[in-house]
């Protein structure tokens, strides 16, 4: 007969977890750190590559003011530190999954890993998509609604902020197919629910994506469709793994 565990033991197993937490977010920083160094050398010609869409769509003559003094030093930073979180998140999810993944079962562990590469490359392709073919289009319509008379000279930290959020947002919602995977999985729907809602996801894309664009029906619409597509992609996803869900049960059973 084992032992009751003991309150000491129950407080060593939590310290222990503690421990491994704080070496687990060192090592993701440490990751981050790594990548940005290298990249604060190239910081301005990244803020060159990211600045190409406005720049092509900018009238003759016009160009990018920096309204602070510290503008043209921050901004290019602040951009570097991004895209080294954004290659890092690799191995940051990494590391968070080799924290969480010992407490969880064999089915989890089988469905958690291919959720956790498709929602990575998912934010990769949704920011791809954004600066590929959004933000032409957006800067396209801003510079030719333009009154007459009026410069067009966007300042270069909110022209960061507002291509980052809109990488935020197309990131976000490019993981539609991964959200509805989990509810599925979790049992709070159906794919049978799913699919009859279809109606009211269309209607929903349309308004996540007038409120997170600029007021203009193109880039809405480069957000409306792709999630709409999406959702038809998450439900495939959902129902492919009720069907083999309770086969590979049926398996780890016997």
């Given at each position: ?8 033991d129950g407080e060593q197993s939590f310290i222990s977890h503690l421990v491994e937490l704080r070496e687990r977010l060192l090592k ?110 957006v800067f396209t319509f801003m510079t030719h609604v333009a009154p007459a008379g009026v410069a067009v000279m966007p300042d270069i ?98």
């Amino acid at each position: 007969m084992s032992e009751p565990e003991s309150p000491d033991d129950g407080e060593q197993s939590f310290i222990s977890h503690l421990v491994e937490l704080r070496e687990r977010l060192l090592k993701a920083v440490a990751a981050v750190l790594l990548v940005l160094l290298p990249l604060l050398f190239f910081a301005n010609k990244l803020y060159g590559w990211l600045a190409l869409p406005l720049i092509r769509h900018l009238p003759q003559g016009g160009t990018m003011i920096a309204t602070e003094v510290a503008s043209p030093f921050l901004t290019p930073l602040k951009l570097a530190f991004f895209v080294a979180v954004l290659i890092a998140i690799p191995f940051v999810l990494y590391q968070l999954w080799a924290f969480v993944a010992p407490g969880l079962y064999r089915q989890e562990k089988r469905l958690a890993v291919p959720l956790l590469v498709s929602a990575v490359i998912l934010f990769y392709i949704g920011c791809a998509f954004a600066y590929f073919l959004v933000l032409p289009a957006v800067f396209t319509f801003m510079t030719h609604v333009a009154p007459a008379g009026v410069a067009v000279m966007p300042d270069i930290g909110h022209y960061l902020s507002f291509v980052l959020g809109l990488f935020l947002a197309f990131g976000l919602c490019f993981e539609v197919p991964v959200v509805l995977v989990i509810l599925v999985a979790l049992g709070v729907v159906t794919t049978e629910q799913l699919a009859s809602s279809r109606r009211y996801a269309i209607v929903g894309s349309f308004v996540i994506a007038a409120v997170l664009t600029p007021p203009d029906v193109l880039s809405q619409t480069m957000l409306a469709v792709p999630m709409c597509l999406l959702y038809e992609v998450g439900i495939f996803g959902a129902r492919t793994l009720t069907r083999t869900e309770p086969k590979a049960s049926s398996s780890t059973d016997g």
